[in-house]
T-cell receptor
Framework: NAGVTQTPKFRVLKTGQSMTLLCAQDMNHEYMYWYRQDPGMGLRLIHYSVGEGTTAKGEVPDGYNVSRLKKQNFLLGLESAAPSQTSVYFC??????????????FGQGTRLTVV | AQKITQTQPGMFVQEKEAVTLDCTYDTSDPSYGLFWYKQPSSGEMIFLIYQGSYDQQNATEGRYSLNFQKARKSANLVISASQLGDSAMYFC?????????????FGSGTRLQVQP
């Protein structure tokens, strides 16, 4: 059972380059999220989606764009990478309701370095 | 304003002892969920335990229990009989809203080190 899969696991970018991080989930979850984690810190929400075709900004959305064209996929794009975007990126997904089974399932993370 | 506050950057505990990791939260929504996640040095996020705002009893999952004090807005994680493998970062998180339409908000974490 795959759960949440992030591609790629590691990437080094030059300042100004663009890239797309792919998140795929096979649990039929409605909600998907992108977080970044900087050294010694908690996870900060970049963007999230409550369903196919919908996205919303999180706490730190600047410099990122997202798309959710299919329910199982959530893409995070960096149009012009900056050194400040060096971080570990986590994708997560969850069901829409509260109650039993509300936890978010996380991918293994993508370590991105911008030089 | 911080929605989730974890005031202990680091904690030490002796193997086989119990430890409490503190978490306070801030919300005006009557319906919310509280979560604890573990992040070992390998980096993955592991779900530990969940408490809903309307749950009458404190949540328990094996050696993990959540000390939920609604009036004080605290949701402390208690780990009983600590093991060396419990050494990790621990994050408290909250999701607000009856329909769960808002995302998880995380605290800054507590690094737990279990000593033999």
């Amino acid at each position: 059972n795959a759960g949440v899969t992030q591609t790629p696991k590691f990437r080094v970018l030059k300042t100004g380059q663009s890239m797309t991080l792919l998140c795929a989930q096979d649990m039929n979850h409605e909600y998907m999220y992108w977080y970044r984690q900087d050294p010694g810190m908690g996870l900060r929400l970049i963007h999230y989606s409550v369903g196919e075709g919908t996205t919303a900004k999180g706490e730190v959305p600047d410099g990122y764009n997202v798309s959710r064209l299919k329910k199982q996929n959530f893409l995070l794009g960096l149009e012009s990478a900056a050194p400040s975007q060096t971080s570990v990126y986590f994708c997560a997904s969850s069901y829409s309701g509260t109650g039993r089974g509300p936890e978010a399932f996380f991918g293994q993370g993508t370590r991105l370095t911008v030089v | 304003a911080q929605k989730i506050t974890q005031t202990q950057p680091g904690m030490f505990v002796q193997e086989k002892e119990a430890v409490t990791l503190d978490c306070t939260y801030d919300t005006s929504d009557p319906s919310y969920g509280l979560f604890w996640y573990k992040q070992p040095s390998s980096g993955e996020m592991i779900f530990l335990i969940y408490q809903g705002s309307y749950d009458q009893q404190n949540a328990t999952e094996g050696r993990y229990s959540l000390n939920f004090q609604k009036a004080r807005k605290s949701a402390n994680l208690v780990i009983s009989a600590s093991q060396l493998g419990d050494s990790a970062m621990y994050f408290c998180a909250m999701r607000e809203g009856a329909a769960g339409r808002r995302a998880l908000t995380f605290g800054s974490g507590t690094r737990l080190q279990v000593q033999p």
